[in-house]
C-alpha cells in the first residue's frame, strides 16, 4: 500500500531549526493527505501539521509561526521544517498518510499509515 520513512530527527538547541523529511512510496495516488504527528513521554499523540491532497494545510496551535510543512511532489516527499524550537517540542516525531482506496464503485477503504518515527530532542 504505502511505505512512509522518517528522517532528519535529533539533538538541537532551544531557539535553533530542525528540518524532517518523510519519504513515501507504494500506491501514492490513494493519498489524501500528509501530516506529522509527535508523542512526548507520558502523553498522547497529537497532530503537528497537516497537508491535503487539495493544498490546504493545518498546523497545532503550539507550533504555528514556527513549523512549516511542505511537500514534494515530484520526490513523493513531505517536510517538516521546524524553527526556533523549545524544549516542549521534544518528542518522537511520526509522519502520517491517510488513503482510500476504492475496490469497486459501491466499496472502498480508507487507511491510515505510519512511519517508524523519529527522535526530535530540544536542550535548553
Known amino acids: 500500500q504505502v511505505q512512509l520513512v522518517e528522517s532528519g530527527g535529533g539533538l538541537v538547541q532551544a531557539g535553533g531549526s530542525l528540518r524532517l523529511s518523510c519519504a513515501a512510496s507504494?500506491?501514492?495516488?490513494?493519498?489524501?493527505?500528509m501530516g506529522w504527528y509527535r508523542q512526548a513521554p507520558g502523553k498522547q499523540r497529537e497532530l503537528v501539521a497537516l497537508?491535503?491532497?487539495?493544498?490546504?494545510?493545518n498546523y497545532a496551535d503550539s507550533v504555528k509561526g514556527r513549523f512549516t510543512i511542505s511537500g514534494e511532489n515530484a520526490k513523493n516527499t513531505v517536510y517538516l521544517q521546524m524553527n526556533s524550537v523549545k524544549p516542549e517540542d521534544t518528542a518522537v516525531y511520526y509522519c502520517?498518510?491517510?488513503?482510500?482506496?476504492?475496490?469497486?464503485?459501491?466499496?472502498?477503504?480508507?487507511?491510515?499509515?505510519w512511519g517508524q518515527g523519529t527522535q526530535v530532542t530540544v536542550s535548553t
Open positions: 497537508i491535503t491532497s487539495g493544498g490546504s494545510i
Open positions: 507504494g500506491l501514492m495516488s490513494t493519498i489524501t493527505s
Open positions: 502520517n498518510g491517510k488513503g482510500t482506496i476504492y475496490y469497486s464503485s459501491s466499496y472502498s477503504r480508507d487507511y491510515d499509515y
